[in-house]
């Protein structure tokens, strides 16, 4: 028997990020392999970057990640 894809499942570091600077409010999104990964039994897990604007770190709890838009096929 070959084996039959049900659902099409995707990579976490696919994973879609929005957030928002705190420190001079500019809004940015990015994938889970452009920022660095943080494991923190206590507070969760998140991921980090650094603002195109100000410099300052962007943290994001790596819970709010979600999967890639689908590819429209014609």
């Not at 070959?2 to 990579?11: D, K, M, P, T, Y």
């Not at 570091?13 to 943080?38: H, I, M, P």
Request: glycine letters at 6%.
């Amino acid at each position: 028997m070959a084996i039959e894809v049900i659902r099409r499942g995707h990579l976490p570091e696919n994973d879609q990020f929005e957030a928002e600077c705190y420190r001079c409010k500019t809004g940015v999104r990015f994938l889970r392999s452009d920022a660095q990964f943080t494991s923190d039994q206590r507070d969760g897990d998140f991921v980090t970057v650094k603002c195109p604007a100000c410099g300052d770190s962007i943290h994001v709890a790596s819970a709010k990640g979600k999967p890639p838009p689908p590819i429209k096929r014609r």
